[in-house]
């Protein structure tokens, strides 16, 4: 099989499928390829934190910039995909107000605004912030969900014209003097290898981008940074949280639907794939998040979780906290002499639109086209459907006799009706697939029961794709991942409940 | 109000101690929260499921082709199949010497503290209980296997009659049959890993929208109802000799269900053990409940221990939280029989594991990063279930430097040390055991 292309895109994040969507709204037609699902890296291990910019202002004024620009762009685009929380930047005791003014006056530069809150202030809108805090200054965060973005980003490009192959990885390239000519593609399902050859080839691959120019023969500067997350079993916060603080570790606390997501940590890290979250860790994260909110401490978590931010390294500076957020672009005809070849890396989630609007450009420049992005003015497609959490509920929340058939998932509420929907809306190849579209096993017990119940659906609509409880192993080797480090208190006793299940009476 | 014996804790080990001490003609007063993993995972009894291979189970299943995907495959067709079931003495002569060779390397183990005899003793105390026609027997001399809700098969040692036919399932001679709205069974799951043949029941329009466990095993227990399916059931068998159900036959009477269904359907039925609750688990509880009431032990359940009086190494009283009130009970001896973290006869804080009643020390690793290892199905244990109660040779606890803590408290069941239940499938007959040996060690003890 041989498939031509004007542009392949490699690399189905936040940042590869916004290119996709970019270069559909201009006419310019793309296939993108992703190893696993979509939001397989870093796209979809993040905090869901809608950036205001503030936590950039005083180190890293460029980024924090992009933030707050492309910030009221997706309130505008993606509204559906966004919950604006506000934020707030709080002073503790010990923490120096030089710093905070210093903030206010970045923010003010920036372009930031802000709103100087006293402690009273602050703890009426948040009454569980530690009381002895010092004031806070409140900036425009929001919280959004990445996954949604996402596919809300590929279901307008694919109305576009743009394709999407997914599981599948991209095993060589076939170059010559100046130009890639071929991308040689594995299906990762069925073992099928073809070609695709595009005019123009994009890296968007994110923190693994070193590891597909080394099938170019190329290399960049590219430090990688891993930052771990924790799951709480509900909302702590209205408001996103920071710490006034330069960034460090566990300063952060975002509101997410019911949960409340406490970060992170940046660790120098060799390893894009097998990095696990140690106790250690999120004990850390306890210590310092519990500063902000004391009852931390007391509230249980559901899960630990970890991404790799890749961090372009323009020249040799001191710690990764230092190195800029901001993203990077590589023409690889004038740095490399390969001139259909582009790769784009770096940068935040929140900036993954203007990302991709200049990597479009960057190729329309290529191929001698004038024309230009137009992802910041038109809309999502679902944007007309709820996005406040109460309507949300509200729709989740009919009774039985509404129909549905069976509640699958008891923590999140899924009832069997949506997940056939799911299932039956085609193009899943694994269970992760099926699980990315549903909030099965995102609820406390993290698909202890429901993974069970999903897999005797499948059964029963006759869907099954190999031996089922070799798949039930493999969902609980990974979901051991995020929560072995959080085990202890109720989550431990949970824990020995579910072993006692799946080793015990199950005998797996 | 002043009682021989406390015992705390209404799981299988607590209810073993309780029905030991009453047999010796004590005054008793057993308290619990509830019933202990017994509603939750006990089915059947395992009493070492992981024997060494050699002494292992007979494979008391056929397998009609050498399919290497089949559960079958594994486990070679004896030249004599078992022919006859029948209920050999409390251990079979596999069980007896792979149990007694297993102990041998494990000193610290529950079993090895309460010895060989002993073990036997509170087995053949725990199938007393079980007359016909709903009992427990092994089947031939060692573990048998049983088919899962996952479609495995699982060894274990005493199982009630209701899941005798299971063990002898052959390959493409089942039927599995579920209900639509049971959410915690899926027939064709499990038929297709066992190679046998599923049926998804529709249940009258009334309960097609969603159904539990415990309202489907009451109506179970309804003739008409069971005539329906049995009849329907009936009309969809291809030829099979064997139909396997959810472990739902009722609550009680579950030998009737079973043999009525077999009358109708003319084909041997069989309990598949499922997720949570395990209402074979609730049988076995209330036939300890109604033989400890018979015999005036005072039954306190859904109560708990809200303070302890400690005078020197004696407890003198225990305060049972009723609100708004308390109630002071006062023994001459107590057992602890808690059991785990599920329990809730241990606690763990992000620190540390402790045991809140008595806050007896617990032997356990040294910090949360060795609690659990990085792979969720590591071929070792993770060393976090290892930990619990140390006790002395009589099962009262003890501290690093051996001493007995507490003069006249008796430590029984899964909160016990050195034992891994869940890997070793030991659960039930480590319960049954040590409650058996806590009571009568107190016993020993005069007041």
Same mark, same amino acid.
């Given at each position: 099989m041989k498939i031509q292309t004007e542009v392949l895109i490699v690399g189905g994040g936040a940042t590869g499928v916004g290119i996709s969507r970019d270069l559909s709204l201009r006419g310019i037609p793309s296939i993108l390829i992703e &190893? #696993? /699902?979509?939001?397989?890296g870093a796209s979809g291990r993040n905090h869901g934190l809608l950036h205001s910019g503030g936590r950039y202002a005083v180190s890293d004024p460029e980024a924090a910039r992009e933030c707050i620009s492309e910030n009221r762009i997706l309130r505008r685009i993606a509204s559906h995909c966004i919950e604006e929380t506000e934020g707030l930047f709080i002073s503790l005791p010990g923490d120096s107000f030089d710093f905070r003014d210093q903030f206010l006056r970045a923010c003010e530069e920036t372009g930031i605004p802000t709103t100087l809150l006293s402690r009273e202030e602050a703890l009426t809108l948040e009454p569980e912030l530690n009381p002895d805090l010092l004031g806070a200054v409140k900036v425009p965060d929001g919280a959004m969900n990445p996954f949604a973005l996402v596919l809300e980003n590929a279901r307008d490009a694919e109305k576009h014209g743009a394709k999407f192959i997914l599981h599948t990885e991209v095993t060589s390239l076939q170059m010559n003097r100046d130009k890639i000519k071929g991308v040689c593609v594995k /299906? %990762?399902?069925? #073992?099928e290898e073809y070609l695709i050859n595009p005019s123009y080839l994009i890296n968007a691959t994110g923190a693994w981008a070193n590891q597909f120019l080394k099938l170019a023969g190329l290399h960049i500067g590219l430090a990688l940074s891993k930052g771990t997350m924790i799951i709480t079993n509900q909302r702590l916060n209205q408001r996103v949280i920071n710490r006034? &603080? %330069?960034?460090? /570790? #566990?300063d952060i606390i975002v509101p997410n639907d019911t949960v409340s997501i406490l970060g992170t940590t940046s660790i120098r890290s060799e390893e894009i794939e097998n990095f696990e979250v140690t106790p250690a860790e999120v004990s850390l994260l306890i210590q310092e998040t519990s500063k902000m909110i004391p009852a931390i401490q007391e509230t249980r978590l559901i899960r630990a979780y970890a991404g790799i931010r890749p961090l372009f390294q323009s020249e040799e500076k001191g710690g990764h906290r230092e190195i800029s957020r901001g993203f990077t672009l590589i023409d690889h005809g004038k740095r490399d002499g390969l001139k259909n070849f582009i790769t784009i890396t770096g940068g935040k989630f929140v900036t993954y639109r203007l990302m991709a609007e200049k990597t479009s450009d960057l190729v329309c420049q290529k191929m001698g086209i004038d024309t230009s992005c137009s992802t910041h003015l038109k809309p999502l497609p679902g944007i007309s459907e709820p996005s406040k959490l109460k309507d949300r509920l509200k729709k989740i929340g009919q009774p039985a006799t509404a129909g549905g058939g069976e509640i699958l998932c008891d923590c999140e509420w899924i009832r069997r009706e949506e997940v056939e929907g799911v299932l039956t809306e085609g193009k899943l190849k694994d269970l992760q697939d099926i699980l990315h579209r549903t909030r099965l096993a995102k609820g406390t017990c993290q698909g202890g029961f429901c993974i069970y119940r999903l897999l005797g659906v499948l059964h029963d609509l006759r869907m099954t794709r190999g031996d089922s409880n070799k798949m039930l192993k493999g969902f609980l080797e990974e979901r051991w991942k995020g929560i072995r480090p959080i085990l202890w208190g109720p989550s431990l006793k949970e824990e020995e409940f579910i072993e006692s299940i799946y080793k015990g009476i199950f005998n797996l | 109000m002043h009682f021989d014996l406390i015992v705390i804790g209404m799981g299988l080990s607590g209810l073993m101690a309780a029905k030991t001490a009453s047999e010796a003609g004590q005054k008793i007063l057993i308290i619990g929260k509830g019933m202990g993993s017994l509603s939750l995972f006990s089915n059947t009894i395992d009493v070492?499921?992981?024997?060494s291979k050699a002494m292992n189970m007979e494979p008391h299943v056929q397998t009609t082709d050498t399919n290497p995907k089949s559960p079958w495959g594994e486990h070679p067709v004896p030249e004599d199949q078992f022919a006859h079931r029948q209920v050999s003495g409390p251990l079979g002569t596999r069980m007896n010497d792979g149990l007694s060779q297993w102990m041998k390397n494990r000193p610290k183990h529950p079993y090895s503290k309460v010895g060989l005899d002993r073990i036997k003793e509170a087995l053949s105390s725990y199938i007393s209980l079980f007359p016909p026609p709903y009992s427990f027997q092994t089947v031939g001399n060692g573990n048998c296997l049983i088919p899962t809700g996952l479609g495995t098969l699982r060894p274990t040692y005493l199982i009630p009659i209701t899941m005798v036919a299971g063990t002898s399932l052959k390959e493409r001679d089942g039927l599995i049959v579920g209900f639509k709205g049971f959410k915690d069974f899926y027939a064709d799951y499990v038929a297709d890993q066992l190679n046998c043949r599923g049926l998804t029941l529709s249940l009258s329009e009334t309960f097609n929208k969603e159904i539990t466990a415990t309202a489907l095993s009451r109506l179970m227990e309804n003739e008409p109802f069971r005539e329906t399916i049995g009849r329907e059931i009936k009309e969809k068998l291809h030829g099979e000799t064997r139909v396997g159900l959810p472990a739902l036959l009722g609550v009680r009477e579950s030998w009737k269900v079973k043999k009525d269904l077999e009358e109708i359907i003319g084909a041997e039925i069989f309990e598949i053990p499922i997720l949570p609750p395990s209402i074979p688990g609730m049988r076995i509880f209330n036939r300890f409940k109604e033989w400890l009431i018979q015999k005036g032990v005072t039954f306190l359940l859904g109560h708990f221990i809200s303070k302890t009086i400690l005078k020197g190494k004696r407890c003198e009283g225990v305060h049972v939280h009723n609100p708004p009130v308390s109630y002071l009970y006062s023994a001459d001896r107590y057992i602890l029989a808690t059991g785990r973290f599920v329990g809730g006869g241990l606690v763990a804080n992000e620190k540390k594991i402790f045991e809140p009643i008595f806050n007896l020390p617990i032997t356990q690793p040294e910090s949360r990063e060795d609690w659990f290892r990085k792979s969720f199905f590591d071929d070792l244990s993770h060393s976090v279930h290892q930990a619990g109660i140390l006790t002395d040779s009589s099962f009262r606890a003890i501290n690093e430097k051996g001493e007995v803590i507490l003069e006249n408290v008796w430590v029984a069941g899964s909160i016990l040390s050195n034992h891994h239940s869940v890997d070793e499938k030991s659960r039930e007959g480590i319960e049954i055991a040590t409650g058996y040996m806590a009571a009568k060690e107190a016993l020993k003890h005069g007041a």
């Open positions: &190893r #696993g /699902d979509f939001t397989f /299906d %990762l399902i069925n #073992g006034c &603080r %330069l960034p460090s /570790d #566990g | 070492l499921g992981t024997i």
